[in-house]
C-alpha cells in the first residue's frame, strides 16, 4: 500500500520560502509515475498546482510560474515543492498526488500539509 506523508508547511510571511515534501511510508511507487502538487485554499475548489513526469518534464499552473519549482528523488521516493516569494493568496492545504490511472487521475493522495502566509 502506497501512503504518501507530506511535510515542510507552516507560517511565513510574504515573500518568503517553503519547501514542501512528499514521500511514501509504505510501499513505494514506481519511478514511471507522474507526480503531482495540489491545493485547497478555504472555500476554493482544489486547484493543480505543479506536476512532473518520470521524464522529469514539468508543468505550473500560470499562479506559481516562476516561483514555484517541482522536483523528484526516485531513489528516495519523493517528490518536492519548493515555494519562494510566497504571497497570501497561497494560503491553502497542499497535497501531493502521485501515478495516474488510464483516465488520468491520480491514485494515491497525501493526507494535506497546511501553508499559510502572512502578510
Known amino acids: 500500500q502506497v501512503q504518501l506523508v507530506e511535510s515542510g508547511g507552516g507560517l511565513v510571511q510574504a515573500g518568503g520560502s517553503l519547501r514542501l515534501s512528499c514521500a511514501s511510508s509504505?510501499?513505494?511507487?514506481?519511478?514511471?509515475?507522474?507526480m503531482g502538487w495540489f491545493r485547497r485554499a478555504p472555500a476554493n475548489e482544489r486547484e493543480l498546482v505543479a506536476t512532473v513526469t518520470s521524464a522529469s518534464v514539468t508543468y505550473y499552473a500560470d499562479f506559481v510560474k516562476g516561483r514555484f519549482s517541482i522536483s523528484r528523488d526516485n531513489e528516495k521516493n519523493t517528490v518536492y515543492l519548493q515555494m519562494n516569494s510566497l504571497k497570501p493568496e497561497d494560503t491553502a492545504v497542499y497535497y501531493c498526488?502521485?501515478?495516474?490511472?488510464?483516465?488520468?487521475?491520480?491514485?494515491?493522495w497525501g493526507q494535506g500539509t497546511q501553508v499559510t502566509v502572512s502578510s
Open positions: 498526488a502521485v501515478c495516474r490511472n488510464g483516465g488520468g487521475s491520480y491514485i494515491y
Open positions: 509504505g510501499r513505494a511507487f514506481s519511478s514511471s509515475c507522474t
